[in-house]
């Protein structure tokens, strides 16, 4: 097994500056506006961009959830290993808000339906968007693109993107791995 450094901490804050700024020109003051990070992973980038907005450009208030996706998925029953379903923390309303999901790798689509669906337990959105550190573009199995992305990569079937972050893994580091 092969490993190639994609991203570099450098680069992934230079991105995830960038992924803030691109949410403050669509949302502007946050107040219509709420964050979910898809767990599990999803709620690193979903801290990071937060700690962003308040800290770099003064975004006084931004209401950030936690969604478990792990029951809403097509593909839970499917499988032998036994699931082990992470926390959902929404404490806010999402109904008639803008929803902005967050996620590190959108790979075939299917986390993102299965949010559209969890989601709904806590209201209808006016609108749902997407923003991904990664986007494996040719890798869709659902027509389901990002609205803000930090690359887009070209892995093969073989190829997985790991997302490493500090807070978890001790560094940020984006690795396309080579089984």
Partial sequence: MSQK???????????????????????LDFKETVLIGIQPRGVYLAERIKKLLIEEYAIEEIRLGYLDITFYRDDFRRTEKT??????????????????????????????????????SFGRPEEVEL??????????????QPDYKGRQVDAINEEKVKVCWKENEGEDTVYLVKS
């Avoid at 450094?5 to 949302?27: F, K, P, S």
């Avoid at 923003?131 to 389901?144: A, G, K, Q, V």
């Fill in 131 to 144: 923003l991904c550190l990664i986007d494996r573009r040719f890798s869709r199995h659902l027509p389901i």
């Fill in 5 to 27: 450094v994609l991203l570099n901490a450098t680069e992934i804050n230079i991105i995830l500056n960038r992924l803030a700024c691109q949410l403050i020109e669509n949302h």
């Fill in 83 to 120: 699931l082990e379903a992470n926390k959902t923390k929404i404490d806010f309303v999402v109904e008639k808000k803008k929803v902005v999901f967050i996620d590190d790798v959108l790979y075939t689509g299917r986390s993102i339906n299965a949010a559209l669906t969890a989601v709904q």
